[in-house]
């Protein structure tokens, strides 16, 4: 075996290791794409059935054999219909590639949104903060009021009083500026198994995360803590300088250390 392998290395062409490389490339994107995810654990099940397929061929299963060349005769189908968020997300992605990832307006937008989830977490005032990324948010967007305003910790605590009439929906921010308030997020199903462990914001922000690369802070007014939510995994935030480090760390920044090694307490940040 080890000489047949290098053997067919001996003859390989440039084209084929660039194609290897390719198909390495294409396979690890897809791996990080549904990692985490629901998709993840439907990923694994179709592996599973591959397996059955082959060893019931192995070993002339036919009855078992015969169900599933049958199932595997529509396999392309079933992965479009099982995928199509994932698919959707991916594609997205690929098609809207931007140049200019950072700008000193996205650097004060976290430092806002930084501040004004501290200050509500701390007078249990419920949030829910979006920024988006590379996969567009413009159908919640134009749901929603849209404001195209610079993003401010006032205003957000204005827009979050529950007195004010966009308070229960999302805050959108495209490009370090608030792009819309009062958006309707798509909901997390209720019986999916981590719904019931969650509120309604933390649902919607899951949801989201799932369905596209964005970034969703979520401030809970019952338990007075901030969270992080991303590729559909929640994370509690201990501090202003975790969130603001988390922040700018997922959209390619980092945040300016002092000798000491901490980060500055008005968040300067620098690119990366």
Known sequence: MLNSIIDTVAVMRKEDYADIILVAVIIYNVIMLVRGTRSGQVLLGLALL????????????????????NLMTNIFTVLVILFAVDIRRGLARMGRFSFSKTSPVVFDAVNEV????????????????????????????????????????????????????????????REGRLAAAGCFLPLLPSEDNVAKFFGTRHRAAIGLSRESDSL??????????????RNGEVEVMMGAASLRDRLLSNMGMKVKKDKTGSSPAKGVVKKS
Do not use: C, W
């Not at 397996?51 to 036919?62: C, D, K, N, S, V």
């Not at 969703?216 to 939510?229: F, H, P, Q, Y």
């Open 50 to 69: 591959v397996l059955t397929y082959l060893l019931a061929g192995y070993f002339q299963l036919l009855t078992l054999s015969f169900l599933m060349s």
């Open 114 to 173: 930084v501040r004004a989830a501290f200050f509500m977490a701390e007078n249990r005032i419920g949030a829910l903060i979006a920024f988006e990324r590379h996969v567009s948010l413009g159908e919640y967007i134009e749901a929603g009021a849209k404001l195209g305003s610079v993003v401010s910790d006032r205003l957000l605590l204005a827009i979050f009083n529950t007195h004010a009439p966009l308070h229960d929906g999302a805050v959108i921010i």
């Open 216 to 229: 969703i802070v979520v401030v809970s007014e019952e338990r007075g803590l901030v969270s992080l939510v």
